[in-house]
């Protein structure tokens, strides 16, 4: 799929997801915590080390998140079964109820402008998570069944 018109829907395509992030990030402010919440969602328990990688800042910046999260219960920290010296970050229950939170302000968001556009079918919009879902996870399975 490598035609000089899949290279421009492909760059649309990144950045109207970019947008789309940005629109939703100004809409309701999700804290920089979200994001840390949102990767121990994606990835399981991980070292403050591995979150500050995913999250591409510095491990003193992910300490004081990790800190702040765990203040608000969202997290928890548990020894690290693989390094004794150090600890692993988990979810809560408190941190998954708000992550559902948050995920739903967005949906209600995305969901708003869609009524905006009435020529816009449950189809497309499955095609579109079809598309994204392949791009960000290229072991997923790419059928719009089921996907809404």
Do not use: F
């Not at 018109?5 to 999700?30: E, G, K, N």
């Not at 800042?57 to 800190?67: F, I, K």
């Amino acid at each position: 799929m490598s035609t000089p018109h899949s290279a421009a829907l492909s760059s649309d395509l990144t950045v109207y997801a970019a947008r789309l992030v940005r629109l939703v990030r100004r809409s309701h402010a999700p804290s920089a915590g979200v994001r840390v919440l949102s990767i121990l969602d994606e990835l399981g328990p991980q070292s403050v080390t591995a979150l500050a990688q995913a999250d591409r800042c510095s491990q003193p910046t992910m300490t004081g998140q990790v800190g702040q999260l765990t203040d608000q219960g969202w997290v928890a920290k548990t020894p690290n079964p693989a390094d004794a010296r150090s600890s692993l970050v988990t979810l809560t229950d408190a941190g998954r109820a708000e992550l559902r939170r948050v995920r739903a302000l967005s949906a209600s968001l995305v969901a708003e402008r869609l009524a905006r556009h009435p020529d816009l079918s449950p189809d497309d919009l499955a095609t579109a998570v079809a598309v994204l879902r392949a791009v960000v996870d290229p072991s997923s399975s790419t059928s719009t069944e089921g996907s809404m």
